[in-house]
């Protein structure tokens, strides 16, 4: 196995960070790293907003449903979408733009989730830990005003990032055999394999917890998707300037 690959492979999420910042220098190569992923037609439709003032941190901590890790955290980013490059680029051309729709969505969304995603593994491998904060969609119009987003700019994740305090156990993902299809899609497989990760994860959790808890994967998401979610997120996103057409 490649050195890289074990660093993938032992990626576990990390909440409690060691009083210790993070030098700059790392950091900027961390930027580099990111902004080395693939980019759709090379849009690049993206940005990062480093945070370090600590009442932003403890505003998106409220707002994210308190999520301690992001006052604690030595630094917190936030992962945007960002397509106000993009009109800007035919605004200095004083070309008509075509922005509207879920395509271009879609292409600043992936963007910036394969930025976010090559940043944390950079930093993994500097030996340090992050998790990332899907909880800031909670509340996009007060990030959004928090760290002054511009129209076309949409914050997708938050991370916070620091030396990990924490040693936590690998989470289980699904059997290879229902995420891996060969030709087409083996939907007999689904449940079988559904079946099988359900008695994988209820047996972790059950050690993780001393037998506090002992759900399966199945009825996690029956709880997660009992509710529909963050539906401002589309009148949101069209305030941005964007029209999902
Ligand atoms: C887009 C995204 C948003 C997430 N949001 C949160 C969050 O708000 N709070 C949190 O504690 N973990 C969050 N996570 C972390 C996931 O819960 C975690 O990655 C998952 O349970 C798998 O665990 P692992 O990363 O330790 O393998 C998020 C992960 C992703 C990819």
């Known amino acids: 196995m490649t050195d890289t690959t074990k660093l993938i492979q032992e990626h576990r999420s990390i909440r409690k960070f060691k009083d210790k910042s993070i030098d700059n220098e790392i950091l900027q190569n961390l930027f580099l790293s990111a902004q080395s992923a693939s980019s759709s037609h090379n849009v690049q439709a993206y940005s990062i907003i480093l945070v370090k003032d600590q009442e932003k941190k403890d505003s998106i901590s409220k707002l994210a449903g308190e999520q301690e890790w992001i006052k604690k955290c030595p630094v917190f980013l936030m992962f945007c979408a ?26 600043g969304i992936v963007d910036t989730a394969l930025v976010a995603q090559t940043f944390l593994i950079s930093a993994e491998s500097y030996g340090l830990g992050g998790v990332f904060i899907g909880g800031i969609r909670n509340d996009t119009a007060k990030v959004s005003e928090i760290l002054q987003l511009p ?55 059950f050690k993780r917890t001393d037998g506090d808890k002992d759900k399966g994967w199945t009825q996690l998401m029956t709880e997660y998707l009992a509710d529909e979610r963050r539906l401002h997120l589309k009148q949101f996103i069209i305030e941005k300037g964007i029209k999902i057409i």
């Open 82 to 107: 960002d397509l106000y490059k993009m009109k800007t680029a035919c605004e200095m051309n004083n070309a008509p733009y075509a922005l509207d729709g879920i395509e271009n969505l879609i292409v």
């Open 151 to 205: 129209e076309y700019v949409i914050p997708v994740a938050g991370m916070a990032l620091g030396y990990p305090d924490e040693n936590p156990w690998k989470k289980p993902r699904q059997p290879l055999d229902i995420v891996v299809h060969e030709d087409t899609y083996k939907i007999d497989k689904i449940v079988p394999g559904l079946t099988e990760y359900d008695r994988i994860t209820s047996e972790y959790y």
